[in-house]
């Protein structure tokens, strides 16, 4: 199971609230989510990674926003669960991939940032090429989470690693696009997975702010959005081989 961006608190409630339901209900054997605006709708800290980890998250991946606070760098540095883009520089913190152990299976984790209207510090094309070589037989199963803008990168990485990794789950911009599938080579792929946390806001955020600022293009303080929160993520079904069998999107309304 894959969980999009947690936002804010009203996020973290949400899937804390929700998470057991869909636990009993799909009977994930991982579950990933990416917690990259978890602390205050921007960024994650030791303290909410922890929640989340605590609430039934196995491994959490991040994106752009991983290092604004900084109290999370050593977190980064020492925790096998959580990653952030491995496009990144090698000096910074955290890792870019980990494989972690569940039920007999060993799950590699990537997280990939994109380079189309993103900064990373290299293709993310390249760099997953060269993960996949260094993993070899070290996993079993191997699912990446690419955090990027455009639908076209996405759908171009989708290609990219049909047939060579699980799954390929687009995230960042926070709203779920409509054409989840297994690929033909056994990929299963999405442009976005959506987010968790309110649907009563601009991508998260209270949208009487963000509507301000296109009204008047001016600076405005953005505050994360409460009302409405949804879960949203996708469950998928893996083959013997490490491949994916089923893709399904996950999308309800949170549990209080
Ligand atoms: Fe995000
Ligand atoms: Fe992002």
Redesign the pocket.
């Known amino acids: 199971m894959f969980i999009g ?1 947690i936002v804010g608190e009203p996020g973290r409630t949400a899937l804390s609230a929700t998470l057991p339901s869909l636990i009993e209900r799909y009977e994930p054997t991982l579950v990933i989510a990416n917690g ?1 605006n978890v602390a205050g709708g921007l960024g994650i800290t030791k303290r909410t990674a922890l929640k989340l980890l605590d609430a039934g998250v196995d491994v959490l991946t991040t ?3 991983v290092y604004r606070h900084r109290d999370v760098y050593p977190f980064l540095d020492e925790s096998d669960k959580i990653v952030r883009p491995a496009n990144y520089l090698e000096s910074n913190p955290g890792r870019g991939h980990t494989v972690i152990e569940k039920a007999g299976v060993r799950w590699a984790v990537v997280n990939l940032s994109g380079n189309v209207f993103m900064h990373a510090a290299y293709s993310p094309f390249h760099i997953v090429d060269r993960i996949l070589g260094r993993l070899g037989d070290d996993a079993d199963a191997i699912v990446v989470d690419f ?1 990027a803008e455009t639908t076209s990168e996405k759908v171009a990485m989708g290609w990219h690693l049909d047939g060579r990794v699980l799954a390929v789950i687009g995230t ?1 911009t926070h709203v779920p696009t409509a054409e989840g599938r297994v690929l033909p080579q056994g990929t299963a792929f999405v442009s976005d997975v959506g987010m968790t946390g309110s649907r009563a806001g601009v991508i998260g955020v209270k949208r009487e702010q963000i509507i301000e600022r296109f009204l008047t293009q001016m600076p405005v303080k953005f505050e994360t959005a409460v009302e409405d929160p949804w879960v949203m993520g996708c469950v998928i079904d893996v083959r013997e081989d490490g491949l994916a069998s089923a893709f399904e999107q996950v999308m309800v309304p949170a549990e209080q």
Do not use: A, Q, V
């Open positions: 961006d990259e994106g752009n926003h955090h960042h």
